[in-house]
């Protein structure tokens, strides 16, 4: 359909490619029209068969990252699972063909190209970290396959003009503190904070979600009386809580990564300081987060969550039980998202009603799929457009309380107590 | 001048938190010139046991530092004779990376043994502090300060007060001239190690209650402990305790006065500083090549 303007793009010597890569399909389609039924890859859009359909993917299941894999893999396991348990996909059983890339970009690159190229896999689902991703996304991109990841948020990669790329995680850095500047705007005028201290640790992500917040806030009328940069590995806060102390900000936010943000908070506690109102990025999701700081002192610490267990979207629950149910732990954000990425493509397939790339894509790129982690929606370079969910401590449960369909409570503490 | 005086509270408070860590590595340089790497290790290990008979018993940790000393105690003897004496004979300087290695060795043990999640023990002071007017002073960290006055003092008096400690000292002076007169240099170099890491008992315990920790976090708290004691003049007590001063002092006020982002480059810039002006540390004697242990 687009294929001229493609062609347009690629240039001379992407056209050749082009050229020779449409030879190379049209031949793999007659190869496999000829082939025998017992030839299980041939399937490269032959729609008709009652084999099954093959997905392909390569996934770090060795190497630094395996311990995050594994559960990644078994979301993508338990999707499929029950997918066929469900009637499989446009009538046909699914199974999936892994490889192992052991975390290295350039195995990574030859395994999709080996199971694009030659295992031709009917389908593609994207791998681990934005590294991989950022790797294999072009590969998918090549051979005009609809490439679904279930992570991989830098920037870098909606930068880079993929026409078929879809990000299966509800939302990117960039849309992170949305929910939370909302709950704000919406706040009761005699509760809303109106002033407003930045504690930061050094880290692209969360230096990105200050500036945001920053604007954001001062747009509604917020006041910054302090803001105040430390090192990821900094361990005493007592001079740093000081200082926010003395600029008696009525709302702190804390762009924390891990135990930073638990040192803070026991030296607000030393010194008797207790905001109104706390959000504070990702230490609040830690284990230890409520021993360390005093199981009383949870109450009314807001903090954002890329997938919740407890979120109220359609199946979520359904899934929580039955991934528990195989694999005897609840599922991870990581298992979480593989099986979103199941979802996304599932939809766009049975929507298309055919395996045919083009039509996939299209239909993804122009409606709104229903997952675990929200409604989804993308924009042209497959950002997706959905809500990071915005949670708050209360009774010792992390309890969400936006968006309103996610809501786990319709309660919202907007005075925190005191410590 | 109350945020001077407050920032002045939290520097020294720290220093003596540091200071209390670094006493029993730079009793070990002083007097045996073992640059014993495994200190903070030590130090974790000893935090865990706190933390453990703490969660289960809800004793108070800081009274607890005193039976893991006597625990810690033991470990530093076995240490110092499976390990530290053996490589000692080949060559002193191997010390050094036996004691690196035991460090790594031990926080993959305990990482087994303990899991990886971070740990802290929270006893109902842990988040509290004492008020004098404006002025706030954090309670866990005065006691681990006093702690580690305590504990300075303690060990000079051992050093220059018993007979265990004059042997000891004359070890160190001439190891030759000490077998001469009858000391047993074996047993008061073990017993002296071992002094040594005890101290990490109450060290232990102290940094349970003030931070969390994993099995990793020894490498932060020896990078401290090095700082400390460079600073301050390897092997000298009261330099310990000056160099652990500076260095809380100077991240109190980077934090207040400057930026806090450049805290945790206050001990290299200091370190650099010293270095220049002053290289054997601010109280430190000059080490001539050859000195102390053959």
């Known amino acids: ?419 | 001048m109350t945020l001077l005086l407050q920032t002045l509270i939290f520097g020294v408070l720290t220093g003596g938190v540091y200071a209390l860590m670094a006493s029993g590595f730079t009793l070990i340089f002083g007097v045996m010139r073992v640059i014993n790497l495994s200190h903070g290790a030590l130090l974790i290990l000893a935090a865990y046991l706190t933390w453990w008979v703490w969660d289960r018993t809800a004793i108070d940790p800081l009274l607890l530092g005193t039976g893991v000393s006597v625990v810690m105690y033991g470990v530093g003897w076995l240490l110092y004779k499976t390990v530290i004496a053996r490589v000692q004979r080949i060559d002193p300087e191997l010390t050094l990376v036996a004691s690196f290695a035991f460090a790594i060795a031990a926080a993959g043990v305990i990482a087994l043994v303990a899991g990886t999640e971070a740990r802290a023990a929270t006893p109902s002071y842990f988040n509290t502090s004492f008020h004098v007017g404006e002025l706030v002073v954090p309670r866990a960290q005065l006691y681990a300060c006093v702690g580690a006055l305590a504990i300075l003092g303690g060990l000079y008096a051992l050093l220059h007060g018993t007979a265990l400690g004059r042997g000891i000292r004359a070890c160190a002076t001439s190891r030759t001239g000490a077998e001469l007169v009858g000391i047993d240099v074996e047993r008061s170099m073990s017993q002296m190690f071992a002094i040594g890491c005890a101290t990490t008992g109450f060290g232990g315990a102290a940094l349970a209650v003030l931070y969390q920790f994993v099995p990793d976090s020894h490498y932060v708290w020896i990078g401290r402990i090095l700082c400390v004691v460079v600073l301050g003049g390897l092997g000298s007590f009261a330099g310990a305790a000056l160099g652990a001063a500076v260095l809380g002092i100077g991240e109190a006020m980077t934090a207040a006065y400057w930026d806090s982002r450049w805290i945790t480059a206050v001990p290299y810039m200091l370190i650099i500083v010293i270095l220049i002006l002053r290289p054997q540390g601010i109280l430190g004697a000059r080490l001539r090549a050859g000195s102390g242990a053959p």
């Open chain 1, 1 to 419: 359909m687009n294929a001229g303007r493609q062609l347009r793009v690629l240039g001379k010597n992407g056209r050749r490619r082009a050229v020779a890569i449409g030879l190379t399909v049209g031949m793999a389609v007659i190869v496999g029209a000829c082939g025998s039924s017992s030839d299980t890859g041939s399937a490269a859009g032959a729609g008709t068969s009652d084999e099954p359909i093959v997905i392909g993917m390569s996934l770090p299941l060795t190497g630094p990252v395996a311990d995050r894999a594994k559960p990644g893999y078994e979301g993508y396991q338990y999707w499929v699972k029950e997918l066929n348990a469900n009637g499989g996909m446009l009538g046909r059983q699914v199974e999936l063909k892994v490889l192992d890339d052991g975390f290295d970009q350039r195995t990574a690159i030859s395994d999709y190209t080996k199971l694009i190229g030659q295992d031709k896999v009917d389908l593609v689902l994207g791998t681990f970290s934005s590294d991989l991703n950022l790797a294999v996304a072009p590969i998918a991109e090549r051979y005009n396959y609809v490439y679904v990841e279930p992570s991989g948020g830098a920037d870098e990669i909606f930068e880079r003009g993929f026409t078929k790329l879809f990000f299966a995680q509800p939302a990117t850095t960039k849309k992170l503190p949305e929910q939370f500047v909302k709950m704000i705007e919406e706040a009761p005028e005699d509760q809303r904070p109106k002033t407003v201290a930045y504690v930061t640790a050094e880290d692209p992500n969360t230096t990105q979600l200050e500036e945001i917040l920053k604007a954001d806030l001062e747009a509604l009328g917020l006041e910054t009386v302090h803001s105040a940069t430390y090192a990821a590995d900094a361990s005493n806060f007592d001079a740093i809580a000081n200082a926010v102390k003395a600029a008696e900000p009525d709302l702190v936010v804390n762009g924390s990564i891990a135990q930073d943000g638990i040192q803070l908070i026991r030296s607000f506690q030393k010194l008797g300081f207790s905001p109104d109102m706390l959000y504070q990025t990702n230490t609040p999701t830690d284990p230890a987060f409520a021993e360390a700081i005093g199981p009383d002192n949870t109450e009314g610490i807001l903090t954002y969550l890329a997938y919740s267990a407890e979120a109220a979207y359609p199946g979520n629950a359904e899934f929580v039980s039955g991934y528990e149910k195989e694999f005897g732990a609840p599922p991870s954000e990581d298992a979480a998202n593989s099986y979103t990425a199941g979802q996304v493509l599932a939809a766009g397939v049975e929507a298309a009603g055919s395996l045919d790339q083009d039509a996939i894509a299209e239909w993804l790129h122009s409606n709104t799929v229903d997952t675990i982690v929200g409604p989804l929606s993308w924009d042209a370079a497959g950002a997706s457009q959905g809500d990071m969910l915005l949670a708050q401590f209360q009774d010792g449960v992390l309890e969400v309380i936006g968006p309103p369909d996610a809501a786990t409570t319709q309660k919202i503490i907007y005075k925190k107590p005191a410590w």
